[in-house]
């Protein structure tokens, strides 16, 4: 089945950092997705991207959808406490009909005071 | 707008009983629901896709008969665990789509622990 690669695994950095994590397939999707997930909660959909080279900001977040079709990549501007948890990149490949979601292994974003 | 709930939010159950999990779009009407499954410090597994008014799709590995999915209206869809054992422990999350569009919102999740 399709995998995603994301990375980093885990990020440990200074309130105020910028911050950058991606996603990377070996197929091709045609939406890619950006969720946050607090612990013991379900994910919040942070970006919905759906055309290859789409570049879509949110806030403090920006998000961009590879023209291969491959890879996209999250990046955070100026981090502050709340944006601690884990970000997990999703793709999506409906042909005509919603599917489920595959889902890359999480970024841990951890934010020292 | 775009919200999911789901009930209950967390179940203890002993092995070898049934546990119903409930999946509600609480303002909008859902085209397609999921049901997913997250272990401790893993991603989400992706388990089952259902569908109003007709049987529910299952991921390779996952059992229907197990785990029985009913999508009875278009905010509502139930997600069934039989004969639970402790294996079966697990952060259940329902998603559910908007027609036209193919972006998921996803239910604060259900914690079950089988003992």
């Known amino acids: 089945g399709q995998q995603l690669n994301q990375s980093p695994q885990s990020m440990f950095i200074q309130e105020g950092e910028d911050v950058s994590m991606n996603c990377t397939s070996s197929?091709?999707?045609?939406?890619w997705l950006w969720y946050k997930q607090d612990p013991g909660e379900g994910p919040v959909l942070l970006i919905a991207?759906?055309?290859?080279?789409e570049l879509t900001s949110n806030g403090r977040l920006t998000a961009q959808f590879g023209i291969t079709r491959k890879d996209s990549f999250l990046n955070i501007s100026a981090s502050i406490p709340s944006d601690v948890g884990i970000y997990f990149c999703?793709?999506?490949?409906?042909?005509?009909?919603?599917?489920?979601?595959?889902f890359g292994k999480g970024t841990h974003l951890i934010i020292q005071p | 707008g775009a919200v999911v709930s789901q009930h209950p939010s967390w179940v203890i159950c002993k092995s070898g009983t049934s546990v119903k999990i409930e999946c509600r779009s609480l303002?909008?009407?859902?085209?397609?629901m999921f049901w997913y499954r997250q272990f401790p410090k893993q991603s989400l597994m992706l388990m089952a896709t259902?569908?109003?008014?007709?049987?529910?799709?299952?991921e390779q590995g996952v059992e229907k008969d197990k785990f029985l999915i009913n999508h009875a209206s278009l905010t509502l869809s139930t997600l069934t665990v039989t004969s639970a054992h402790p294996e079966d422990s697990s952060f259940y999350i329902c998603?559910?789509?908007?027609?036209?569009?193919?972006?998921?919102?996803f239910g604060p999740g259900t914690r079950l622990t089988v003992t």
């Open positions: 999703a793709g999506e490949n409906s042909g005509g009909g919603a599917d489920g979601l595959t």
């Open positions: 259902s569908n109003e008014g007709s049987k529910a799709t299952y």
């Open positions: 197929s091709i999707f045609n939406t």
């Open positions: 998603s559910a789509s908007l027609r036209e569009r193919y972006e998921q919102y």
């Open positions: 991207l759906y055309k290859a080279g």
């Open positions: 303002d909008f009407q859902a085209t397609t």
